[in-house]
């Protein structure tokens, strides 16, 4: 979801010029909803917002999308608010909402100026308490998924998630796309809908973050006065499939019709984004794509001119990451001459320590991410959300760059030979589709 205005949120910048320490406070309500709070006075502004511990890998693999579709339910209205009004209660209180869901999570803000913070409250606990699910909702964001599915499917190289996820898992839930597919949402009944919010929307399946100006004891009163109301629910229980590894290369295709250039994917299943090789791995594709000067980057597009795009990425999931090569070639080049040219750099780096300089080059982008990342009251108050709900320990936001700071140049190298190889990936021919497949 993209709505309401982002100028308020382009004002949050706190001035952070170099890396320092994100002060937060932590407490739980009765029923388990887990609270924390960022005081930061600089600017009269706040963040509201609620993560709940639900994503596309939940539920009934016969009804996708699920949470997804919630993202933009929960924005009907409650027992309180009007069909429609929530939308337009923030900009009219000045202040910018949005929302997004991953396979992981679903995740809620608003910003508003500060004197408005328990308008934000009421608001997020008006859709944690008693939301209205009914027919003519369902059927109303029905026709807004459907909409944007299809844009994504309307966009050129629209669909290479769907492929990553459909090829590279099997029998795990991430082998399904997060918006879903719609004849599952078409068919569920008001009541499955009304089943999937009292199973995972509960405040002891959530993460509250208040960030900005505010004041500490008032906003704690406040917090218990919107939200003890709301009832905890049963602890939510998941025991996924394991995928089984893969042990030979496998080769296939997907098709989109809005391309005219095919491109080329090199996928691999890895760890989940709390495991440490999750972090070597960022700075392996860091390593290979990250600016113009990265080795994948400087070789085969700006001097042997191969490809028009390349990059490397770790895409961060909980159960696992999923690290891919993408590339469209330019002029003549094949398709398995920019594998082998990309082979040719990741064979490399398992042979041979990489330079002293990219180690340290490496290290000043983590850092600077790092700075950047805690630079907004918005950034800072998705971290400590983050950092709780999926990854266990909020400190985080302040100690993990020492992660990346730990990370050798023999860490980078043995990881590299551990989940790189050719006989552990997927490779995606990704081709313009014909009339006739």
Do not use: C
Request: charge should be negative; hydrophobic fraction near 35%.
């Amino acid at each position: 979801m993209k709505k309401g205005l982002f100028t308020l949120a382009l004002l949050l910048s706190v001035g952070f010029m170099s890396a320092q320490q994100v002060e937060f406070e932590e407490f739980d309500l009765d029923n388990g909803l887990h609270v924390i709070l960022h005081q930061d006075n600089t600017a009269p502004v706040v963040s509201t917002s609620v993560m709940y511990n639900v994503g596309g890998k939940d539920g009934d693999r016969e009804r996708t999308g699920f949470a997804h579709f919630f993202e933009h339910l929960l924005f009907e209205g409650s027992e309180n608010i009007g069909r429609g009004e929530f939308m337009k209660i923030i900009p009219a209180n000045g202040g910018t909402f949005n929302a997004n869901t991953s396979q992981d999570r679903t995740y809620y803000f608003e910003v508003f100026p500060s004197n408005k913070l328990e308008l934000a409250l009421w608001l997020e606990s008006e859709r944690m308490l008693h939301p209205v699910i009914d027919q003519v909702g369902v059927d109303t964001q029905n026709e807004v998924v459907k909409e944007e599915k299809r844009q994504r499917a309307g966009s050129p190289y629209g669909g290479i998630f769907e492929a990553l996820g459909s090829n590279l898992f099997k029998v795990h839930p991430y082998k399904d796309p997060n918006i879903g597919y719609m004849e599952h949402l078409d068919a569920a009944t008001l009541e499955e809908f009304n089943a999937y919010f009292d199973k995972y929307y509960g405040p002891n399946n959530a993460v509250l973050v208040i960030a900005g100006d505010i004041d500490m004891a008032k906003t704690k009163k406040l917090v218990a006065d919107y939200f003890s109301e709301v009832k905890s629910r049963p602890e939510v229980v998941r025991n996924f499939p394991k995928e089984e590894p893969i042990t030979e290369t496998v080769r296939t295709q997907a098709y989109d019709e809005n391309i005219q250039l095919p491109a080329i994917l090199a996928t691999y299943r890895t760890p989940g984004f709390t495991s440490r090789d999750s972090y070597v791995l960022d700075m392996i594709s860091t390593y290979l794509s990250g600016g113009k000067s990265s080795v994948l980057y400087k070789k085969i597009v700006d001097e042997q001119k191969q490809a028009l795009q390349l990059q490397a990425v770790n895409i961060p999931q909980m159960d696992y990451n999923i690290f891919t090569i993408f590339a469209i070639p330019s002029g003549d080049t094949s398709l398995d001459t920019i594998l082998d040219e990309i082979d040719e750099e990741i064979v490399k780096m398992q042979n041979e320590l990489i330079t002293e300089r990219d180690y340290q080059k490496l290290l000043n982008q983590f850092e600077n991410q790092f700075v950047n990342s805690n630079a907004s009251i918005v950034g800072i108050a998705e971290s400590l959300a983050t950092n709780y709900l999926l990854k266990g320990d909020v400190d985080l936001i302040n100690k993990e760059i020492e992660i990346y700071r730990s990370i050798t140049r023999e860490e980078i190298q043995a990881v590299a030979n551990r989940y790189l190889s050719k006989n552990q990936r997927v490779e995606i021919e990704y081709l313009p589709k014909k009339d006739d497949q």
